[in-house]
């Protein structure tokens, strides 16, 4: 039997060094030939990010320790290498050049100093060039392209015009390139153009043509096959599905509604890969349909499917998907298995975990397994959530009593939570919380019109989700109606104060790097990013009273309830002057409100120190607000007007 207690005063085995202690983020597979490589993001190194052969057993790290393999291309980088022939290209974080690694371990850069980045590399052995995404910071302008790069450090654009580049692919006999582009105000998820070009023998293209994609179509992830064709992902049919093209004929190979493409966010995302089994090619794909993704083999000539059932684990993330020999490659995670590099031998489905993000032993009595809800919310629509239950075999609620509700606003907004093992979730409910974590209009993972529903209602749509999220909850009696929380980052952020200061649903929020004022925004962000709110908002300045009516800030007579905010100093997506404005604001109310600033910390922390801080921090304020004991021994912060 557990011990009556206050929910949220719980103690729990999940702490927050456990959380942060010894664990990476996985961000990408990469294969050489028959040689395996990754790299993976490291909080207990201060967010470094490095690059690690598999010897056949165990992962070794192949980067000396002063390198830190990043891109800063679109602020939120990806793909940052590329290996050829077990010679090392990537990018270094601290000063965005590439940098080559030779057979003798020797590194000299290949680029030369300069304000640019680069992302996304080909490795042409034929001509001894790279082809790249280059991203030109000017004093006033920034301008991307496609360049090719010798090891003089001579650099030529090949590719330009278009405001943005991606996913460049060059077929095997080196003679054709495909990569996508887009315009502003397209975000590459509205609009990007798949183009075709031969490649000459001094590595320029001609002959550039436009084969697919349109305004009202996203195209994602081509690649060249064996088979001739060109196999790319588009959303034409609503949601993202796969296509082949040749000769001028581009034909869908399994229509469904299901999504078997991501938001380009990053360089190098990869849903699916070749499989060659007696000379026949098949596709190794990832698709996401009913809040969840799946692993399946398709038979592009017979247009047939089929789901791939692993041994012993069911997963329900996919990602970084990657063929070698007969088996995919993959991270995975499920409910309530941590992200791992996977490998799934697919003609006898054998299962090796070759390596997994974090190393935890945690009774699974102490872990909420997620559900996913499809709940009713304005104008007679469905919003999706995965709500997770408070759970700790050691307690009991008091009678009557009903948990804390936190309520999660995703990132993006152009994204999706997933129901995987997130020990970040699992430190609340295994101290008495429920916890929502709601795929709002704007999400992925429910087709494009899904997407397009938050379009013009930014601040409206996802804060109606989350409000009627808490409010199904509540009605439901799963939750007390006066203890509802809402948290978010980035677009999440604002998606929580926007909430907190429109709606009278929640009683608390944490804000980090959240957007409050929305014209300093739209003038002080990123390239990438620079247009994203006229699509969410309308364009500026015609618009410039919605901007107005829905920045949190001009309505801080609205709010009357606790907020803290967190802020990285050298964010340059949400600059540190917003968080710092509102903080200010409702200091001058008299609200009871802390502001932490980390001064080594950009947008999304990386940092264990950070990150460990940020959660001990959330949990103390609460407390105080709501007035239960914690358990845990932590530093307390200040918070201003309690």
Same mark, same amino acid.
Request: with cysteine.
């Given at each position: 039997?557990?011990?009556?207690?206050?929910?949220?005063?719980?103690?729990?085995?999940?702490?927050?060094?456990?959380?942060?202690?010894?664990?990476?983020?996985?961000?990408?597979?990469?294969?050489?030939?028959?040689?395996?490589?990754?790299?993976?993001?490291?909080?207990?190194?201060?967010?470094?990010?490095?690059?690690?052969?598999?010897?056949?057993?165990?992962?070794?790290?192949?980067?000396?320790?002063?390198?830190?393999?990043?891109?800063?291309?679109?602020?939120?980088?990806?793909?940052?290498?590329?290996?050829?022939?077990?010679?090392?290209?990537?990018?270094?974080?601290?000063?965005?050049?590439?940098?080559?690694?030779?057979?003798?371990?020797?590194?000299?850069?290949?680029?030369?100093?300069?304000?640019?980045?680069?992302?996304?590399?080909?490795?042409?052995?034929?001509?001894?060039?790279?082809?790249?995404?280059?991203?030109?910071?000017?004093?006033?302008?920034?301008?991307?392209?496609?360049?090719?790069?010798?090891?003089?450090?001579?650099?030529?654009?090949?590719?330009?015009?278009?405001?943005?580049?991606?996913?460049?692919?060059?077929?095997?006999?080196?003679?054709?390139?495909?990569?996508?582009?887009?315009?502003?105000?397209?975000?590459?998820?509205?609009?990007?153009?798949?183009?075709?070009?031969?490649?000459?023998?001094?590595?320029?293209?001609?002959?550039?043509?436009?084969?697919?994609?349109?305004?009202?179509?996203?195209?994602?992830?081509?690649?060249?096959?064996?088979?001739?064709?060109?196999?790319?992902?588009?959303?034409?049919?609503?949601?993202?599905?796969?296509?082949?093209?040749?000769?001028?004929?581009?034909?869908?190979?399994?229509?469904?509604?299901?999504?078997?493409?991501?938001?380009?966010?990053?360089?190098?995302?990869?849903?699916?890969?070749?499989?060659?089994?007696?000379?026949?090619?098949?596709?190794?794909?990832?698709?996401?349909?009913?809040?969840?993704?799946?692993?399946?083999?398709?038979?592009?000539?017979?247009?047939?499917?089929?789901?791939?059932?692993?041994?012993?684990?069911?997963?329900?993330?996919?990602?970084?998907?990657?063929?070698?020999?007969?088996?995919?490659?993959?991270?995975?995670?499920?409910?309530?298995?941590?992200?791992?590099?996977?490998?799934?031998?697919? =003609? @006898? $489905? *054998?299962?090796?975990?070759? /390596?997994?993000? &974090?190393?935890?032993? %945690?009774?699974? #009595?102490?872990?909420?397994?997620?559900?996913?809800?499809?709940?009713?919310?304005?104008?007679?629509?469905?919003?999706?959530?995965?709500?997770?239950?408070? =759970? @700790? $075999? *050691?307690?009991?609620?008091? /009678?009557?009593? &009903?948990?804390?509700? %936190?309520?999660? #606003?995703?990132?993006?907004?152009?994204?999706?939570?997933?129901?995987?093992?997130?020990?970040?979730?699992?430190?609340?409910?295994?101290?008495?919380?429920?916890?929502?974590?709601?795929?709002?209009?704007?999400?992925?993972?429910?087709?494009?019109?899904?997407?397009?529903?938050?379009?013009?209602?930014?601040?409206?749509?996802?804060?109606?989700?989350?409000?009627?999220?808490?409010?199904?909850?509540?009605?439901?009696?799963?939750?007390?109606?006066?203890?509802?929380?809402?948290?978010?980052?980035?677009?999440?952020?604002?998606?929580?104060?926007?909430?907190?200061?429109?709606?009278?649903?929640?009683?608390?929020?944490?804000?980090?790097?959240?957007?409050?004022?929305?014209?300093?925004?739209?003038?002080?962000?990123?390239?990438?990013?620079?247009?994203?709110?006229?699509?969410?908002?309308?364009?500026?300045?015609?618009?410039?009273?919605?901007?107005?009516?829905?920045?949190?800030?001009?309505?801080?007579?609205?709010?009357?309830?606790?907020?803290?905010?967190?802020?990285?100093?050298?964010?340059?997506?949400?600059?540190?002057?917003?968080?710092?404005?509102?903080?200010?604001?409702?200091?001058?109310?008299?609200?009871?409100?802390?502001?932490?600033?980390?001064?080594?910390?950009?947008?999304?922390?990386?940092?264990?120190?950070?990150?460990?801080?940020?959660?001990?921090?959330?949990?103390?304020?609460?407390?105080?607000?709501?007035?239960?004991?914690?358990?845990?021994?932590?530093?307390?912060?200040?918070?201003?007007?309690?």
């Amino acid at each position: 039997m557990g011990i009556e207690k206050d929910f949220g005063s719980w103690k729990s085995p999940i702490t927050s060094d456990m959380i942060v202690k010894e664990g990476v983020k996985f961000l990408n597979i990469f294969v050489d030939d028959k040689d395996i490589y990754i790299s993976e993001l490291r909080g207990f190194e201060k967010g470094r990010s490095t690059i690690l052969k598999y010897n056949g057993k165990t992962f070794d790290e192949v980067l000396d320790k002063k390198f830190n393999a990043r891109t800063k291309v679109h602020e939120y980088g990806g793909l940052s290498f590329f290996i050829k022939d077990e010679k090392i290209y990537f990018s270094n974080f601290e000063d965005q050049q590439i940098y080559k690694k030779d057979l003798n371990g020797n590194y000299y850069p290949i680029t030369p100093v300069s304000n640019d980045r680069y992302a996304n590399y080909i490795v042409d052995d034929k001509r001894n060039v790279i082809y790249a995404v280059q991203e030109e910071h000017l004093e006033t302008e920034v301008n991307n392209s496609i360049v090719k790069i010798d090891e003089n450090q001579k650099i030529e654009k090949i590719a330009f015009g278009y405001d943005f580049y991606s996913s460049i692919d060059v077929n095997a006999s080196k003679t054709k390139m495909v990569f996508l582009a887009w315009n502003h105000p397209d975000m590459p998820w509205d609009a990007a153009k798949l183009f075709i070009a031969d490649i000459q023998k001094d590595g320029t293209l001609k002959n550039i043509t436009c084969i697919a994609g349109s305004e009202n179509e996203s195209i994602f992830q081509p690649r060249w096959a064996e088979d001739g064709y060109l196999y790319f992902v588009s959303d034409k049919s609503n949601f993202w599905n796969l296509y082949r093209y040749r000769d001028g004929v581009i034909e869908s190979i399994y229509p469904m509604d299901a999504e078997f493409g991501e938001p380009l966010w990053l360089f190098g995302m990869s849903t699916y890969d070749f499989y060659i089994d007696d000379g026949k090619l098949f596709i190794v794909a990832t698709y996401n349909k009913n809040g969840r993704d799946n692993l399946c083999l398709i038979d592009p000539e017979n247009k047939t499917k089929e789901d791939i059932k692993t041994k012993n684990i069911e997963f329900s993330k996919y990602s970084n998907i990657c063929v070698i020999d007969s088996k995919v490659l993959f991270v995975g995670a499920s409910p309530t298995k941590v992200d791992a590099i996977v490998s799934l031998d697919l =003609k @006898n $489905k *054998d299962l090796q975990i070759l /390596k997994k993000s &974090k190393i935890i032993d %945690i009774d699974h #009595s102490y872990i909420s397994e997620p559900q996913n809800i499809e709940f009713p919310t304005e104008d007679d629509q469905s919003a999706y959530m995965i709500y997770y239950p408070p =759970k @700790n $075999k *050691d307690y009991l609620s008091k /009678k009557n009593n &009903k948990p804390p509700l %936190i309520v999660k #606003s995703h990132g993006g907004p152009t994204a999706q939570s997933l129901s995987v093992l997130n020990l970040e979730i699992q430190y609340w409910t295994s101290r008495g919380f429920a916890f929502a974590d709601v795929n709002y209009a704007g999400s992925t993972g429910y087709g494009r019109e899904y997407r397009q529903r938050l379009y013009g209602n930014w601040g409206i749509k996802d804060v109606d989700d989350c409000a009627n999220a808490a409010k199904y909850l509540a009605k439901k009696g799963l939750v007390d109606e006066n203890k509802l929380i809402i948290k978010g980052g980035s677009a999440g952020g604002y998606t929580t104060l926007a909430a907190l200061t429109f709606r009278d649903t929640f009683q608390a929020g944490a804000s980090y790097y959240g957007i409050c004022d929305l014209e300093l925004f739209h003038g002080d962000t990123h390239k990438f990013e620079a247009k994203y709110d006229e699509k969410l908002l309308g364009p500026y300045p015609e618009k410039k009273q919605v901007y107005f009516d829905r920045s949190p800030i001009n309505f801080i007579e609205h709010l009357s309830c606790p907020i803290i905010l967190f802020q990285g100093q050298e964010d340059k997506i949400v600059l540190p002057n917003q968080a710092k404005k509102m903080f200010d604001s409702l200091n001058e109310k008299k609200l009871p409100t802390a502001y932490l600033l980390f001064e080594k910390e950009g947008h999304g922390f990386r940092s264990a120190d950070v990150i460990k801080k940020t959660l001990e921090a959330e949990l103390y304020f609460y407390s105080k607000i709501f007035g239960f004991e914690i358990e845990d021994d932590i530093e307390p912060i200040d918070i201003k007007n309690l």
